[in-house]
T-cell receptor
Framework: NAGVTQTPKFRVLKTGQSMTLLCAQD?????MYWYRQDPGMGLRLIHY???????AKGEVPDGYNVSRLKKQNFLLGLESAAPSQTSVYFC???????????FGPGTRLLVL | ELKVEQNPLFLSMQEGKNYTIYCNYS?????LYWYRQDPGKSLESLFV?????AVKQEGRLMASLDTKARLSTLHITAAVHDLSATYFC????????FGTGTRLQVFP
């Protein structure tokens, strides 16, 4: 089992560019999450999904969109990147909302 | 709005010593999670505490939950260098709200 994987590992964008971060899990988990982690702060939830075809907003959803077309994949999109979106992005998944969340290795994003 | 506060934010301790990290949260919840993060790495699940009075232990770490006081503690016994990391508590379920983390540094 690969667990939770994220693509890419690192990316540099210019302000206004767009990109998509891919999260994949092979544990047959229903729930998937996108977080961002900034220096000196804990993780903050961006969007999450409770099953294939569903998405919901988290704590800091502005500037991001998500899609969950397949159960195993959860995509995070930035339509027009801003320097404030420079962060480390973590994807996580869990069997249900109450069970332990398993985290991916993270994607480091730098927006210039 | 649910808030989760950890203290201390930074802890430098000598090997062999004991210490406790505190996690306070502002609204009712009966699920509390502890994670560990090494520098530049992802988060690793340590404990899931599911009810009032829950206590879990793994090696030199022991976590407890008091839902009435809205408090969880992570106790470190006889610290060793390998425990150096950042520890996060998070309150759930579903949409986890994380504390800001406690950076633990264990020195000889």
């Amino acid at each position: 089992n690969a667990g939770v994987t994220q693509t890419p590992k690192f990316r540099v964008l210019k302000t206004g560019q767009s990109m998509t971060l891919l999260c994949a899990q092979d544990m047959n988990h229903e729930y998937m999450y996108w977080y961002r982690q900034d220096p000196g702060m804990g993780l903050r939830l961006i969007h999450y999904s409770v099953g294939e075809g569903t998405t919901a907003k988290g704590e800091v959803p502005d500037g991001y969109n998500v899609s969950r077309l397949k159960k195993q994949n959860f995509l995070l999109g930035l339509e027009s990147a801003a320097p404030s979106q420079t962060s480390v992005y973590f994807c996580a998944s869990s069997y249900t909302g109450e069970r332990t969340q398993y985290f991916g290795p993270g994607t480091r994003l730098l927006v210039l | 709005e649910l808030k989760v506060e950890q203290n201390p934010l930074f802890l430098s301790m000598q090997e062999g010593k004991n210490y406790t990290i505190y996690c306070n949260y502002s609204t009712t919840s009966d699920r509390l999670y502890w994670y560990r993060q090494d520098p530049g790495k992802s988060l690793e699940s340590l404990f899931v505490l599911l009810s009032n009075g829950a206590v879990k232990q793994e090696g030199r770490l022991m976590a407890s939950l008091d839902t009435k006081a809205r408090l969880s503690t992570l106790h470190i016994t006889a610290a060793v260098h390998d425990l150096s990391a950042t520890y996060f508590c998070a309150v759930g379920p579903d949409k986890l709200i994380f504390g800001t983390g406690t950076r633990l540094q264990v020195f000889p």
